[in-house]
């Protein structure tokens, strides 16, 4: 398996510019996380799905940021208007069914919003 | 808020020394995990210890649990330079529902 797939690498767009980030989770697993990292919050969970139902969004800083899970094999993460303070690395992770597994993380989104 | 809070916040040792690192939590978990994230990459799981464990091996780490004291420690032994990068503890609790919550993590320099 090719292991979790984010796209894009590597984003910069401008203030108020509609941004959406995507991830392909390993197959068979049935939980998948998005989190933010800073160096100043550290790594934020944003939310997370299990088979493909929204279970908890409350790290969704506002209204500003959504996120969708369409299918087992697919999520994104938009964020509309961007601001600069969006800034950070995107994660998405995915895990085995089970509560508490080990988690599988992609390479990650580095966005920029000037 | 984070959960798990790494100690130090930095280390710096030679190629073969051991280095250690600790991770505290505030409430009961059941398990604890570690990961390293390498410079620009994800996050890559390492090791998980289960409440009801004291000690975990895997190659040259050694992962010990204290749940009375509420803290974790990770020992690299022999490191290599290889092994420079971040190290983050990650605790899970069931009444949390299914998310890991990370600590702010070690960066371990290993030089040569």
């Known amino acids: 398996d090719a292991g979790v797939i984010q796209s894009p690498r590597h984003e910069v767009t401008e203030m108020g510019q509609e941004v959406t980030l995507r991830c392909k989770p390993i197959?068979?697993?049935?939980?998948l996380f998005w989190y933010r990292q800073t160096m100043m919050r550290g790594l934020e969970l944003l939310i997370y799905?299990?088979?493909?139902?929204?279970?908890?969004d409350s790290g969704m800083p506002e209204d500003r940021f959504s996120a969708k899970m369409p299918n087992a094999s697919f999520s994104t993460l938009k964020i509309q208007p961007s601001e600069p303070r969006d800034s950070a690395v995107y994660f998405c992770?995915?895990?085995?069914?089970?509560?508490?597994?080990?988690?599988?993380f992609g390479q990650g989104t580095r966005l920029t919003v000037v | 808020s984070q959960q798990g809070e790494e100690d130090p916040q930095a280390l710096s040792i030679q190629e073969g020394e051991n280095a250690t690192m600790n991770c505290s939590y505030k409430?009961?978990?059941?398990?604890l995990q570690w990961y390293r994230q390498n410079s620009g990459r994800g996050l890559v799981h390492l090791i998980l210890?289960?409440?009801?464990?004291r000690e975990k091996h895997s190659g040259r780490l050694r992962v010990t649990l204290d749940t009375s004291k509420k803290s974790s420690s990770l020992l690299i032994t022999a490191s290599r330079a290889a092994d420079t990068a971040s190290y983050f503890c990650?605790?899970?609790?069931?009444?949390?529902?299914?998310?890991?919550?990370f600590g702010e993590g070690t960066q371990l320099t290993v030089n040569p």
């Open positions: 799905f299990n088979n493909n139902v929204p279970i908890d």
């Open positions: 210890i289960r409440s009801n464990e």
């Open positions: 409430t009961s978990i059941n398990n």
């Open positions: 992770a995915s895990s085995l069914p089970g509560r508490g597994t080990e988690a599988f």
């Open positions: 197959s068979g697993h049935d939980y």
């Open positions: 990650a605790t899970y609790e069931e009444t949390s529902g299914s998310r890991l919550t």
